[in-house]
């Protein structure tokens, strides 16, 4: 295990921390969001030092460094590449080359390799994201979503400041995003910037801004970090730290992988937060691509295709 601090105070491309800011006692909770308490991670620790989890805890993020095996990263980098043409393909048969939030030449998300890909599968399912699971999330612990996203040169744009639990709400509000970057992740080409101390407030209320997506703030609250990192690195946090990715100034396509972990047991709620409570929820246990990572602590074998 190595590891170390991103971390530097932040100068985005976006140039976020000029902007005048909320505060964080004036960011507003998702209507949902009524009692929600951080819950700090007790150890013992598998991967993480003691002080790295505190200051998961405290900062609602930490940087792994030189803890991936680079040959299988290259694995993993050719099965994205592959997923990721036939998204871009499918995003330019439409009429504007967009669907949602992903556009051909901007910004493209191809979800669920673990469906399509043994070698996404094996990652996934591997000891350092096993270890982390037991170390953040709980004894109990299941994929809940992987995508590879790559921020494209030709229609440089951000990212918009949001919590990953803005976009789907999320029951247990808690769990943990892996952003493993596919190629150099620079603040030149859209590497996370992320805001300390937020995520222990749970889930803010988001607006949606087209044709970028969802965000909680347009300035941050406080001086953002911006996280750059190389393959072999993880950039670690919470789905309830804000973040953003700036826009991808350079030639070339900057590429992660981005791996999602949850407690058994999580649920989707449905309904539409301005009108009332939520009106449905959806168990998060499909075994094609949520299945267990850790049971009782110890690591699960592998689905099989
Ligand atoms: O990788 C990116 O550029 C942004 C992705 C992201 O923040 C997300 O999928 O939540």
């Not at 013992?44 to 460094?65: C, I, K, N, S, Y």
């Not at 999602?260 to 499909?286: C, F, K, W």
Request: glycine share 6%; charged share 25%.
């Amino acid at each position: 295990m190595t590891s170390a601090a991103a971390d530097e105070p932040g100068e985005g491309p976006e140039a976020a921390t000029e902007l005048p800011g909320p505060t964080t006692s004036t960011l507003e909770r998702h209507p949902w969001n009524r009692e929600f308490h951080w819950v700090d991670r007790c150890g013992p620790f598998r991967r993480l030092t003691v002080d790295e989890a505190a200051r998961f805890d405290r900062d609602g993020h930490v940087v792994l460094r030189n803890v991936l095996d680079l040959e299988e990263l290259d694995r993993v980098r050719a099965a994205c590449d592959e997923a990721e043409a036939a998204t871009d393909a499918i995003l330019r048969d439409q009429a504007d080359d967009r669907i949602f939030i992903a556009e051909s030449g901007a910004i493209t998300f191809s979800p669920h390799l673990v469906t399509r890909s043994d070698v996404a599968r094996d990652f996934a399912a591997s000891a350092v994201f096993a270890d982390l699971c037991a170390d953040l999330v709980g004894p109990d612990v299941n994929l809940y979503w992987d995508q590879a996203v790559y921020k494209k040169p030709e229609k440089p744009r951000r990212f918009p400041w949001h919590q990953d639990n803005g976009y789907t709400y999320v029951e247990p509000q808690q769990y943990l995003t892996c952003w493993v970057p596919l190629t150099d992740a620079t603040r030149h080409n859209g590497c996370p910037q992320v805001v300390s101390g937020v995520h222990r407030l749970g889930t803010l209320l988001h607006a949606y801004v087209e044709p970028l997506g969802w965000e909680c703030f347009r300035g941050p609250p406080a001086p953002p970090v911006v996280c750059e990192a190389a393959p072999g690195d993880v950039i670690v946090f919470s789905s309830l730290t804000p973040h953003l990715t700036g826009p991808n100034t350079t030639s070339d396509v900057r590429k992660a992988y981005i791996l999602q972990y949850a407690p058994a047991g999580s649920v989707a709620l449905h309904g539409d937060p301005s009108a009332g409570p939520p009106t449905g929820q959806a168990p998060q246990d499909d075994p094609g691509r949520q299945h267990a990572i850790i049971r009782a602590g110890e690591r699960c074998p592998t689905p099989t295709s």
